[in-house]
């Protein structure tokens, strides 16, 4: 090891085959052939993300119910050519559920 080298403190770290494949597709997406400054940059200023998409889901799955129901009403209302007080009472019965 040259001793006056700027980054003289090594840490050795064992990868499979698969792994440093993998690797090397991540470093030919970011358009770098230095394996080295790649794995040094990911270990210093990589981000891992743990999302968890729970509450979109369930606000996706809300959405559709409302739309089936407006769907509902306004094909009752393009068939008969009338919009009655029941729809009106459904919507305002459905509504604390569709906020």
Known sequence: MQA???RNKP?????TESEIQHIRVKM???????MSA?????ATDGL????????LDRLFSDVGKA????NQIVKRVNST????AEDIVEIQ???PEIL
Request: net charge positive; charged share 30%.
């Open 11 to 15: 840490i050795q770290v064992y990868f």
């Open 81 to 84: 050519g009338r919009f009655y």
């Open 48 to 55: 891992i993300l743990n999302l968890n998409f729970d509450s």
């Open 93 to 95: 019965e459905k509504q």
């Open 67 to 70: 739309s089936r129901l407006i």
């Open 38 to 42: 790649y794995v040094r940059k990911m």
């Open 4 to 6: 006056n080298r700027t």
């Open 28 to 34: 030919e997406r970011a358009l770098t052939k230095n």
